[in-house]
């Protein structure tokens, strides 16, 4: 499993952007994450979503902002992140494991960072 995330970039606050996780083929056997690090700060888990997509989780601070997708045909799983605030400026990690959630990063897989800034 080789994750590639992107999507990151600048946006304003009250903004939108799409980061993508991609893979070359056995994505649909994982559940996948998305976790964040702001620097200075511990690294934090933003959002999850199983293996047929069925199951989804949010941290509290990105609930009703934050939409985890995922479409296995072209393995990628995506984080639409909208109304986004300066305290989502972080890089963001996908990662990929047999199992479900966001408390523990102990995740088999990890793509690259993708650097998202939220300023005006």
């Known amino acids: 499993v080789q994750l590639q995330a992107s999507g990151g970039g600048l946006a304003q606050p009250g903004g939108s952007l799409r980061l993508s996780c991609a893979d070359s083929?056995?994505?649909?056997?994982?559940?996948i994450a998305w976790f964040r690090q702001a620097p200075g700060k511990e690294p934090e888990g933003v959002s999850c979503?199983?293996?047929?997509?069925?199951?989804?989780y949010y941290a509290d601070s990105v609930k009703g902002r934050f939409t985890i997708s995922r479409d296995n045909a072209k393995n990628t799983v995506y984080l639409q992140m909208d109304s986004l605030k300066p305290e989502d400026t972080a890089v963001y990690y996908c990662?990929?494991?047999?199992?479900?959630?966001?408390?523990?990063?102990?995740?088999?897989?990890w793509g690259q960072g993708t650097q998202v800034t939220v300023s005006s």
């Open positions: 083929g056995f994505m649909d056997y994982f559940s």
């Open positions: 990662a990929a494991d047999a199992h479900l959630g966001i408390r523990s990063m102990r995740y088999d897989y």
């Open positions: 979503i199983s293996s047929n997509g069925d199951r989804t």
